[in-house]
């Protein structure tokens, strides 16, 4: 059973950094890409970035604006998130997927199984 843990959200002030940490238990994800999506309230779920199997990163450039860095650790099969220059905007639930292939995805329909999220909030 494929099962995926985020962990490092929290309370932050504006202008502060956090990283996000996804485990994905069950699976080797070295053949996998993985993504960060995030949902705010009454918004539709969002791309933020997402990780090829050979670390090839892409972000949603729009809302990230080269303020966040998606890395992995294909060893301890975790996927982060390291987010700085936190913005108001920013608060969201952020949930981490195991892609359905090798390949980079944008849509949520390319990811084949998700984490439960962690909330990040953003305090002025």
């Known amino acids: 059973q494929v099962r995926l843990v985020e962990s490092g959200g929290g309370l932050v002030q504006a202008g502060g950094s956090l990283r996000l940490s996804c485990v994905v238990f069950?699976?080797?994800?070295?053949?996998?890409?993985m993504g960060w999506f995030r949902q705010a309230p009454g918004k539709e779920r969002e791309f933020v970035a997402a990780i090829d199997d050979r670390s090839r990163p892409a972000y949603n450039t729009d809302s990230t604006q080269g303020r966040f860095v998606i890395s992995r650790d294909n060893a301890r099969g975790t996927v982060y998130l390291q987010m700085n220059s936190l913005k108001l905007e920013d608060t969201a639930i952020y949930s981490c997927?195991?892609?359905?292939?090798?390949?980079?995805?944008?849509?949520?329909?390319?990811?084949?199984?998700w984490g439960q999220g962690t909330q990040v909030t953003v305090s002025s």
């Open positions: 997927a195991l892609g359905k292939t090798e390949a980079i995805g944008l849509s949520p329909d390319e990811y084949d199984f």
């Open positions: 069950g699976r080797q994800v070295h053949w996998y890409a």
